[in-house]
């Protein structure tokens, strides 16, 4: 059975040399991501680093993680209330880039795929308007990606 995570990505012009085995492509920021079985990671590829001179004044999303057949899009970023519209403009940043330009990703999307790991820690309260944001936006704010979610 073929990888389609990295299938997806080479497909994908923006991205297409930006795969990586593994958790590579997150480099430091691979902490922030556990699996309950690590033979089923397909890869990943730093979606920010590969966009950033095509779309360089945009708020792009950082990382796709391919596992298990499905595409989980993370986000590592500061966690204040200040934060939660700048995180949702790169997942509309990032819901928009999908649709338009690498389709094959978002075909292989989980169904609850869009994860913010608060860098640091999360100062946004359950139940709070921000997290109401977060929640109509289909953002996850979690303390660490555990795969499968």
């Given at each position: 059975m073929g990888n389609t995570f990295k299938e997806a990505v080479e497909e994908t012009p923006d991205i297409a040399k930006g795969y990586a085995g593994g958790l590579r492509a997150l480099g430091g920021?691979?902490?922030?991501?556990?699996?309950?079985?690590?033979?089923?990671?397909?890869?990943?590829v730093d979606i920010d680093g590969c966009t950033s001179t095509l779309y360089p004044n945009a708020s792009r999303w950082d990382y796709a993680i391919g596992y298990d057949g499905k595409a989980y899009f993370l986000e590592v970023h500061p966690a204040d209330t200040s934060n939660v519209k700048e995180v949702i403009k790169k997942a509309e940043w990032l819901k928009n880039w999908l649709e338009n330009k690498a389709p094959r990703l978002k075909q292989i999307a989980a169904d609850k795929a869009f994860y913010w790991v608060a860098s640091g820690r999360c100062c946004i309260l359950r139940g709070s308007v921000q997290s109401k944001r977060l929640a109509q936006s289909n953002v996850l704010l979690v303390n660490k990606l555990n795969l499968p979610v």
């Open positions: 920021n691979a902490q922030v991501v556990s699996a309950k079985d690590t033979r089923l990671i397909d890869g990943s």
